[in-house]
Structure formats: C-alpha cells, structure tokens
C-alpha cells in the first residue's frame, strides 16, 4: 500500500518535480502558442474600364474568416470572377454586398465602380511558441520517467536496508534465553 509520504517523497524527487516543472511550462506554452487573434484588413478605391485583382498579399497564407465586396456605381457594368465562376452585374445606383470564398477578379466593361473589400483573418502571434514547448515537452517527459525510475530504485533499497535492519535485529539470543 503506497504512503501519502512515499507520494510526497516522490513529487519532490528532484528529477521527478524538474520533469514535472518542465512538462507545466510546456503545457502553458501551448496555451500561449493558441492564442489567436481577430484582424481586419480593408482596400477602397476606384476602378475604371479594365481588368483588377485585388491582392491580399500575405493574408491568403493565414485562416480568412469573411471576405466583404461592396460595389457601388450609377451606371457600370462589371464581371466578376471568383473561384472559377463568372458573375455579371449592371449598377445603376445600387450597392452590391457580396460574400466571397475567394479574392476576387474584377473586370469593369464601361462606366467606373467605387468599391470596398474588406477581408477578416485569424492571427496567431505566439504561434512561435509551439517548437519551443514541444522540445520541453519531450524533455520534461524524459527527465519525469527517469526520475520515476530512479525514484522506485530507492525505495526497493530502502525497502532491502530496512530489511536487513529487521534480520539482523531478530537473529542476535534472546534476553530470556542463556
């Protein structure tokens, strides 16, 4: 039957509370490599007779939440490509919102068109943090085992000691013997 001290002993062993330690600062590092953010980036202007794309740049690499294309005009029409698909429109003073899985390919046949394009995307700043609490991770996982191993080596020796201690106590003549 196991002690609460022979636990206690063991979650102080120092290899064991280094390991122990190492894998609660892995654990916390993870949590901060999680962390996201919410961000927001908008493009306006104006586009002309011609084709456009609109570039997100770096973006397109991160997790795009919504992707917003408001399009407004008094008179213009416009094909727009998205994803393969083509999609023809004629403004006459209405404002188009449109959701779009992808950036979009705008070609203006006449006129001029005002728009705004609006993309959310996650960010996750501390994602850096991964690689670092993998690695203590990995070592904590190794220094809390071995500690464990050894931890038991010492109570079979203690065990062993205490035993001797007992056979060499019980062997010696008894005071009632002569």
């Known amino acids: 039957m196991i002690e609460v001290t022979t636990f206690k002993k063991g979650i102080t062993y120092p290899p064991i509370l280094v390991g122990l330690i190492l894998l609660f600062a892995a654990l916390i590092m993870s949590f901060a490599a999680s962390y996201r953010t919410l961000e927001k980036s908008d493009w306006r202007?104006?586009?002309g007779p011609g084709s456009y794309n609109i570039s997100?740049?770096?973006?397109?690499s991160y997790d795009?939440?919504?992707?917003?294309?408001?399009?407004?005009?008094?008179?213009?029409?416009?094909?727009?490509?998205?994803?393969?698909?083509?999609?023809?429109?004629?403004?006459?003073?209405?404002?188009?919102?449109?959701?779009?899985?992808?950036?979009?390919e705008i070609t203006v046949l006449s006129g001029s068109v005002e728009y705004e394009y609006t993309v959310y995307w996650l960010k996750y700043p501390y994602s850096y943090l991964a690689y670092p609490a993998f690695i203590l991770m990995a070592v904590g996982?190794?220094?809390?085992?071995?500690?464990?191993?050894?931890?038991?080596?010492?109570?079979?020796?203690?065990?062993?000691?205490k035993g001797e201690e007992g056979k060499?106590?019980?062997?010696?003549?008894?005071?009632?013997h002569r």
């Open 56 to 60: 997100e740049g770096e973006i397109s």
């Open 168 to 176: 060499d106590e019980g062997s010696g003549p008894s005071p009632g």
């Open 64 to 104: 795009v939440i919504n992707r917003t294309l408001t399009i407004w005009s008094d008179n213009t029409s416009i094909v727009l490509s998205v994803g393969g698909e083509n999609l023809e429109y004629v403004l006459r003073g209405e404002k188009k919102i449109l959701t779009l899985p992808s950036p979009p």
């Open 141 to 161: 996982g190794v220094f809390a085992f071995r500690g464990y191993l050894s931890f038991l080596e010492s109570l079979k020796e203690e065990a062993r000691k």
């Open 45 to 47: 202007g104006v586009f």
